[in-house]
C-alpha cells in the first residue's frame, strides 16, 4: 500500500467516526492514533462534518491519543474517553527493563499497537495508557516480562496527569536551529539521513508534521522522529567563538 493510499484509508475511518456521531447525535471515538494519523485528521479537517471534537491520550504529554467526536449540542466535560491507567512495577532491583521491553510484553500478549497508547517509562516501572476494555486481560496475563517478574495495578487518571518520562542530557552545538541539524546532534545521524527522514515524512515539531529540513526550532519544542524516539528543546544557548549555537536536549527514553 502506497502512502496516498495509506492515507486515503485513515482519512476515510476518520470521516466515518464522524459521521456516525453527526448523524447518530451521540459521541464516537477512533483508537490511539500515532502522530501521522493525527496530521492527516488536521490536514482534512475542512473535509468533515460540522461537529465538535476532542483529542486525548491519557495526559498532556502523551503522543499517541484518541479522537473524540461529539455533537454540538454536547458539552466536552460531558464526555470521557475510554481509557485506563496501568502501572506496570519491576520487581527486580537488578534487571532493567526499558520501552521496547514493556511494550514488547504487551504486545506478545496479543495486542494491537492501536489499543495502546504511550508506555512512560520511570526508574523500576512503566505506566501504560490503554483502551478500558482490555484493563482486566492486563492485569491478569502480564506477570512476566522477559525473565523478570512484574506487578500491575489500575490507577486512577489524576494520578498520571503530570508523570514525565525519563531522559538522557544531551549537550553539543549546532550550525543553525535548523530541524536538521537539531536530528543531528540529538539521535547522532548524518545530515543527509536526517534529510532524508525528514522528507520521508518521520519528523514532527510539537505534534505537527514538518518535510522541510529548514524548518526552525524553538527552545521548549519537542521533537518526534519515529522509529527513533522523541527529543525536547530544553536550553538554547549562547554562540560558539566559530559562530555555533551551544545546546542542551532531553532525549527521552
Known amino acids: 500500500m502506497d502512502s496516498r493510499s495509506g492515507e486515503s484509508l485513515v482519512l476515510r ?20 492514533l500515532d502522530l501521522n494519523e493525527q496530521n492527516i485528521f488536521m490536514k482534512h479537517i475542512k473535509e468533515f462534518p460540522s461537529i465538535k471534537y476532542n483529542m486525548f491520550g491519557g495526559n498532556d504529554i502523551c503522543e499517541r491519543k484518541m479522537i473524540m467526536f461529539f455533537p454540538r449540542d454536547f458539552q466536552a466535560d460531558q464526555i470521557s474517553f475510554p481509557i485506563c491507567a ?59 516480562i522477559k525473565s523478570t517478574a512484574v506487578t500491575v495495578d489500575r490507577v486512577e487518571m489524576s494520578h498520571v496527569k503530570h508523570i514525565e518520562p525519563r531522559f538522557d542530557v544531551i549537550k553539543g552545538s549546532v ?38 529540513n529548514s524548518a526552525k526550532v524553538e527552545e521548549g519544542d519537542v521533537i518526534s522522529l519515529r522509529g527513533f524516539g522523541k527529543l525536547k528543546i530544553h536550553t538554547i544557548g549562547d554562540y560558539t567563538k566559530k559562530g555555533r549555537i551551544y545546546l542542551e536536549l532531553f532525549k527521552y527514553k
Open 13 to 32: 475511518k476518520l470521516i466515518d467516526k464522524a459521521e456516525q456521531a453527526y448523524y447518530n447525535n451521540f459521541p464516537t471515538n477512533t483508537q490511539f
Open 86 to 144: 496501568l502501572h506496570i512495577k519491576n520487581n527486580s532491583s537488578s534487571d532493567k527493563l526499558n520501552h521496547r521491553d514493556y511494550l514488547g510484553a504487551l504486545m506478545s500478549l496479543g495486542i494491537e499497537r492501536f489499543k495502546l497508547g504511550d508506555v512512560v517509562c520511570n526508574d523500576q516501572s512503566a505506566y501504560v495508557f490503554c483502551v478500558d476494555t482490555l484493563t482486566d486481560y492486563i492485569l491478569e496475563q502480564l506477570i512476566m
Open 175 to 212: 550550525s543553525s536551529l535548523r530541524l536538521d541539524s537539531i536530528l543531528k546532534l540529538g539521535f547522532s545521524l548524518s545530515r543527509g539521513n536526517s534529510t532524508l527522514l525528514i522528507q520521508s515524512g518521520k519528523a514532527f515539531i510539537n505534534n505537527k508534521l514538518y518535510e522541510k
